[in-house]
């Protein structure tokens, strides 16, 4: 079995939720303690850190794996879902799983894997912690797939435990308030491990105080410690300088991001209180937290974040997905000065568009397309609905026909935005 055909059993044989959604959701850990013993627990060798969120958890993860790196400690980094490549999901120092690992790991357990019929996130997982555990990683950031009570992630006992923020996404699974959601990525709350909480949101802030009261958690919300503000957010490079003024302490902390969203302001607000938890324990200097901020796409690979893609016209990807985050992305397409403005789009279909669709400008150009997934929403019905909010524009069949028609509508002075799901941008980059 080479790496092709494992990928082949894999995509074939374990359901996937990237691939077809709710069906591959598993609502209890029995998998992933199966899976788990059976390894003899890797997880347990070395020091984790939890993040849970709607948005933000995959730069944050990041960012902070980043600054570890730059503190000079050996550190893997989980992470989901992968844009071009399985193996993006498992790095060590930012280098990918090696092919042969993927292989060999499911070539010699194939018989529990048979046995137990995890789903594809709950062996990745298992892949990702006993990997970790044989390469002798120090530390290692795990993000979690969606939710967080019910994540396969969330057997670890982490050194500190972060919730990025609540937004509007799988409420089909999660729970149709913002209370409910926060309810389950709450659950990865443990026993007198510290959590920081990225954004103070009035609907979520009782439910994690509450759960760290349980838990006897002490509990830090990062948006009340520290103020992030931005450079221009008109420039055409992916590059930006922020200034973190840390309340508490009375000082600022500045330097470059190249991680070129707005949303990015939050993010760093969340990284910056993860850092003053751990600075001490982990011995990160304020100089590692600067370098990994700079350094995060070297250090660790990151991509597909107000991702500049080409320039005359400007081109733009982001893999923001669901109300928040596109709230986000397309304001920030508002403030660029451009000639005309173009977005080739395309979503799941599962998303509730009626939640998306009324954010976009009704005087765009819209391109609408379908990713190359199964669960990808037919461009004709997509356009049908958009149509419905006053959103107007052709149907393609693939991202990249999208994108070489807005290309040559917009002129070089013109804006164009791909986007709408992970699965359109990973088309792309």
């Not at 400690?73 to 989901?80: E, I, K, M, V």
């Not at 090696?98 to 060999?104: A, D, H, L, R, Y």
């Not at 999208?402 to 980059?429: M, N, R």
Request: overall charge neutral.
């Amino acid at each position: 079995m080479n790496y092709t055909q494992t990928l082949e059993f894999l995509f074939s044989s374990l359901p996937a939720y990237h691939r077809i959604g709710k069906a591959a959701y598993k609502d209890n850990l029995d998998n992933t303690i199966a899976l788990d013993e059976y390894f003899g627990h890797p997880h347990i060798k070395y020091r984790t850190i939890h993040i849970a969120g709607t948005n933000g958890k995959g730069s944050v993860s990041h960012l902070l794996a980043s600054v570890l790196q730059e503190a000079g400690y050996r550190t893997g980094l989980f992470t989901s879902p992968h844009l071009k490549d399985f193996r993006e999901r498992i790095r060590i120092n930012g280098k990918m799983i090696p092919k042969g690992e993927v292989t060999s790991f499911v070539r010699e357990n194939k018989g529990i894997i048979e046995s137990v019929s995890p789903s594809f996130f709950e062996m990745t997982a298992a892949l990702a912690f006993d990997y970790f555990a044989r390469e002798n990683v120090e530390v290692a950031v795990f993000e979690t797939g969606l939710g967080g009570r019910l994540d396969s992630t969330n057997i670890l006992t982490p050194v500190i435990s972060v919730i990025t923020n609540i937004g509007h996404d799988h409420m089909d699974l999660l729970g149709d308030s913002l209370e409910k959601i926060a309810v389950e990525k709450a659950g990865i709350i443990k026993e007198n491990i510290p959590v920081v909480i990225g954004e103070t949101q009035q609907e979520t802030t009782d439910v994690f105080t509450a759960r760290a009261n349980e838990t006897d958690s002490a509990i830090f919300f990062a948006d009340t410690r520290v103020i992030c503000s931005l450079g221009d957010t008109t420039a055409r490079t992916g590059k930006r300088r922020y200034i973190l003024k840390d309340l508490k302490a009375g000082r600022e902390i500045s330097g470059i991001i190249p991680l070129g969203g707005d949303y990015q302001a939050k993010n760093l607000q969340t990284l910056f209180q993860v850092y003053e938890c751990l600075k001490d324990s982990f011995k990160i200097s304020e100089q590692n937290l600067i370098d990994g901020i700079k350094r995060v796409i070297i250090n660790t690979g990151f991509r597909g974040r107000w991702q500049i893609l080409r320039h005359n016209p400007l081109v733009i990807c982001d893999t923001g997905h669901n109300r928040e985050g596109l709230e986000y992305v397309i304001r920030q397409t508002r403030k660029i000065h451009a000639g005309s403005l173009h977005y080739v789009l395309g979503f799941v279909s599962d998303k509730d568009l009626s939640l998306i669709l009324p954010l976009f400008p009704k005087d765009a150009k819209y391109y609408f397309t379908r990713a190359s997934v199964p669960r990808a929403l037919d461009e004709r019905r997509l356009q049908k609905t958009a149509a419905v909010y006053g959103l107007a524009g052709e149907c393609f069949s693939s991202v990249k026909k999208a994108l070489e028609a807005a290309v040559a509508d917009a002129l070089p002075d013109g804006l164009v935005f791909v986007g709408g799901s992970t699965f359109i941008v990973a088309d792309l980059v």
